[in-house]
């Protein structure tokens, strides 16, 4: 099955710099890769997501960059605020229908 | 958007005693539902899938004789946790695939569940 990797686990940055989140992935059968922000005691909120077919996707501060090749997929988050504080979870899936295969999560954490 | 809820959003229950939590999709069918747990500071872990009209399917080390899942509807799946122990006091969270070609998945709000 699909085993999805994730560094760091904790994350500090000053508030405006930025943060960069790693992910690698096993099953070349994934083709969408989701970026998820959870914060305590509540769902997965989907921040961006990517597919196979695309190197790069931006979303105003948010970006995600995937290389199908290495396996390798990565969360960018520039001008980083207070609120940006959180744990993200990337994922892989093969397609729609199809279970979620979460990483091990990134805590976070923005420091006014 | 997709809205799926749950029921309850927290329960606490005696040890040996069983609960079931709902999740339910409110605008939209789901044939496919996806269960999942997730310990404190960890990670969400899939426990089994929940197919309409069929029998659920469940990840390897998860009981399925403990963790009942039941998809009666296109809107509704229940998961029965049997004989809870202290150990299965969890984040209990479901989620259903995105309509058409989309490929998200949509979460319901979660399930906290404390066995004393």
């Known amino acids: 099955g699909e085993n999805v990797e994730q560094h760091p686990s904790t994350l500090s940055v000053q508030e405006g710099d930025s943060a960069v989140i790693k992910c690698t992935y096993s099953d070349s059968a994934s083709n969408y890769f989701p970026w998820y922000k959870q914060e305590l005691g509540k769902r997965p909120q989907l921040i961006i997501d990517?597919?196979?077919?695309?190197g790069e996707k931006k979303d105003q501060r948010i970006a995600v960059t995937l290389n199908k090749t290495a396996k390798h997929f990565s969360l960018h988050i520039t001008e980083t605020q207070p609120e940006d504080s959180a744990v993200y979870f990337c994922?892989?899936?093969?397609?729609?229908?199809?279970?979620?295969?979460f990483g091990t999560g990134t805590k976070l954490q923005v420091i006014p | 958007g997709a809205v799926v809820s749950q029921h309850p959003s927290w329960v606490i229950c005696k040890s040996g005693t069983s609960v079931k939590i709902e999740c339910r999709s409110l605008d939209f069918q789901a044939t496919t539902m996806f269960w999942y747990r997730q310990f404190p500071k960890q990670s969400l872990m899939l426990m089994a899938t929940?197919?309409?009209?069929?029998?659920?399917?469940?990840e390897q080390g998860v009981e399925k004789d403990k963790f009942l899942i039941n998809h009666a509807s296109l809107t509704l799946s229940t998961l029965t946790v049997t004989s809870a122990h202290p150990e299965d006091s969890s984040f209990y969270i479901c989620?259903?695939?995105?309509?058409?070609?989309?490929?998200?998945?949509?979460f319901g709000p979660g399930t906290r569940l404390t066995v004393t």
């Open positions: 990517i597919r196979s077919n695309v």
């Open positions: 994922a892989a899936q093969s397609g729609g229908y199809q279970k979620v295969t």
């Open positions: 989620s259903a695939p995105g309509q058409g070609a989309s490929y998200e998945q949509y």
């Open positions: 929940s197919n309409e009209g069929s029998k659920a399917t469940y």
